[in-house]
């Protein structure tokens, strides 16, 4: 009864934050574009199956390329097992404000019945996450380097966050080479972390905060045996996934007839990657639609086609994920099950998320 009443309760938050996000995206979209829902639903309805089509290899073969990156975070991992972790990771993420934390409790329940130990799983989420913000920080620079580079004038809001992004992503990877480098930096960070959980608990903090602090060094030294590895493989993965996206942008643009040239397709992909970090909505939705489509048309493109092309662009990237995810997870789950009953084993555990 108790586990029926938390999955109530999630699925209804789960329904509460797609609402919300399809709220934001119909009220936001159209005020700030000038165009009607109905032009938009004509256009992407115009265009034909066989463009779709392609589209949606475009999209599968970024995924492929993208498992490159888990597979290189987390030696071992298959890469059956690394699509499964990214489909069914944002399927649960997408459905929820601040959802990640979903996803990483699926992948981790994942993890471990594949027999991958915690800290070894702990290691690959640092690493993911830390290559995944970089190459956010580093999309914005690329964009501006391209626009000007086309003799292109970018707007102020453009370079100013251009600017504060590059100078963040080299702050940030500063700090990464010196924490991993550094054994004394490495323990300077680990007790700064002991002292403050001291602090916020003083009872039982001076126990937590040593395990927490002997736990981030162990999880260091894993990082750095793993990033000195698979460097290259993580950082090709990543630029690779990045310019499958850039490419997935562009030709939903050119199939719903706004023939935006490349640097313009960077400027919309580095802030679509950053409003979709946006916790308000479900993977940024609304505020990624609006603000893509809102810089697309400030570098000269027409209204009606570049919302089209953007939505069907988010589409592939965001919406596509939940049902195909959502489906990967029932196979997964019935694989599992019917493995266990082969070798006359329980199925172990069941996957829980939190409520």
């Known amino acids: 009864m108790a586990r ?20 934001v995206l119909w009220w936001l979209l159209p005020r700030t574009s000038g165009v009607s829902w109905s032009e938009v639903a004509h256009l992407i309805g115009g265009i034909a199956p066989h463009r779709l089509a392609g589209l949606a290899a475009l999209w599968a073969c970024g995924l492929l390329v993208h498992s490159f990156v888990l597979t290189g975070a987390l030696p071992g ?10 489909l069914t990771g944002s399927a649960v993420s997408n459905v929820a404000p601040m959802g990640g934390a979903l996803g990483v409790a699926l992948n981790c329940s994942m993890a471990r019945t594949w027999r991958f130990r915690d800290r070894s ?6 690493v993911t996450n830390v290559w995944d913000v970089l190459a956010k920080l580093a999309l914005p620079l690329v ?6 580079t086309a003799g292109g004038l970018p707007t102020r809001g453009l370079r100013t966050g251009a600017i504060g992004a590059s100078a963040l992503l080299l702050v940030l990877v500063a700090v990464g080479v010196t924490v991993l480098r550094s054994d004394r930096m490495a323990a300077a960070v680990a007790g700064f972390v002991a002292v403050l959980v001291r602090r916020v608990l003083p009872r039982a903090g001076a126990e937590r905060g040593n395990r927490l602090a002997e736990a981030l060094l162990q999880t260091r030294q894993r990082i750095r045996a793993v990033v000195a590895r698979t460097w290259p493989q993580l950082t090709l993965g990543m630029a690779g996934y990045l310019t499958s996206l850039a490419a997935l942008m562009w030709a939903c643009l050119h199939a719903a007839g706004a023939p935006v040239p490349v640097y313009a397709v960077l ?13 308000i909505t479900p993977g940024g939705t609304g505020l990624a639609e609006a603000g893509t489509a809102g810089t697309l048309v400030a570098l000269g ?11 069907l662009y988010r589409a592939f990237t965001f919406v596509l994920e939940i049902p195909v995810g959502g489906l990967w ?15 006359g084993a329980p199925p ?8």
């Open 4 to 23: 029926r009443g938390t999955r109530l309760r999630t699925t209804g938050k789960a329904l509460a934050a797609l609402t919300l996000g399809a709220a």
């Open 77 to 86: 991992l298959s890469r059956r097992r690394a699509l499964t972790l990214s």
């Open 121 to 126: 799983f702990a290691a690959y989420l640092v």
């Open 143 to 148: 964009a501006l380097v391209g626009l000007l």
């Open 267 to 279: 400027a919309g992909l580095a802030v679509e990657r950053l409003l979709s970090l946006s916790p």
């Open 301 to 311: 493109a027409s209204p009606l086609p570049v919302v089209a092309g953007v939505l």
């Open 329 to 343: 997870l029932g196979l997964w789950l019935l694989l599992r099950a019917r493995t266990a009953r082969t070798a």
């Open 348 to 355: 172990g555990p069941a996957v829980r998320l939190p409520a």
